[in-house]
């Protein structure tokens, strides 16, 4: 599901389906980045969604890693649809750029950097795959045992949160 999700987000983006919601411009990129603050409001304003989510994902994987920070915010009060897109995008960061997804959270509150880790490990609902689990957990415990890294803190707290989102499955 999670790759099917993150395909047509993706596609979305590539292809401009919507001329007015999916251009590539500035203009649309900025609309968009408004509306994913509605996602951090109970309810939901500004008409937020899933949606919205993939479009700026879609960009952050095309190289716009500004991007990051607004996404990870989305996620503290996201759930349903919205939940299962960003915790995908999180652990794909994780899986693929480990020390920038840790950075990002090292800011961060610990219960925010518990929960962020945890949509990690959940993904889109169904935790991480075999292979992901395989390569996140050595990376996160290489980074957790340097004694002078300033994400080995983060790092702890993540890999606490990816095994206990994953407890049932021990890869």
Known sequence: MRDKLHSLAFLLVLFSVNSNLWAQTPADRAAALRTLKGC??????LGCSEDTAGYLIGLYDRGDRSLLRPLLDAGQSSDG????????????VLSKHPRVFLAS???RPAKQQHHLCWMAGVTDGGGMG??????????????????????????RICLANINRANASDRR
């Open 40 to 45: 951090a409001n109970r309810p939901i304003t």
């Open 81 to 92: 649809a919205l939940a299962e897109i960003l915790g995908d995008c999180y652990s794909n």
């Open 105 to 107: 959270l090292r800011s």
């Open 130 to 155: 075999t292979q992901t689990l395989r390569d996140v957990r050595p990376s996160l415990r290489v980074i957790s045992s340097r004694r002078y890294d300033p994400l080995a803190s983060v790092a």
